[in-house]
Nanobody, 117 residues
């Protein structure tokens, strides 16, 4: 059993920055692929960025160059640094932990980011 807890959401003006954090209370955190998703009102869930256990990082085209995902395995934390935020980034941001063999997956409850124009 384990759980994830996101924090750091809030209201920010367009062009501003925020840093989201996710604390993962799971064993062997270092072995998990960690991902940030977001879901805007009335829209489907969208993958934003993920970081693999070997620290390789991947981003959606919509955030490439403006968002940075990172992890600290000593603290069981994953972060999402967001800059030059646009109103379209308004969404609930979720943290996800995924392990392939045996399959394990954990979700957080999300943190709301609101970007005002």
């Amino acid at each position: 059993q384990g759980y994830l807890a996101e924090s750091g959401g809030g209201v920010v003006l367009a062009g501003g920055s925020l840093r989201l954090s996710c604390l993962a209370s799971i064993e062997n955190f270092y072995a998990y692929e960690m991902q940030w998703y977001r879901q805007a009102p009335g829209k489907e869930r969208e993958s934003v960025a993920y970081i693999k256990s070997d620290f390789r990082r991947f981003y959606s085209d919509s955030v490439l160059g403006r968002f940075t995902i990172s992890r600290d395995n000593t603290k069981n934390m994953v972060y999402l640094e967001m800059s030059n935020l646009k109103p379209a980034a308004t969404a609930v941001y979720f943290c996800d932990a995924d392990f392939s063999t045996p399959p394990r997956n954990y979700w957080g409850t999300g943190t709301l980011v609101t970007v005002s124009s």
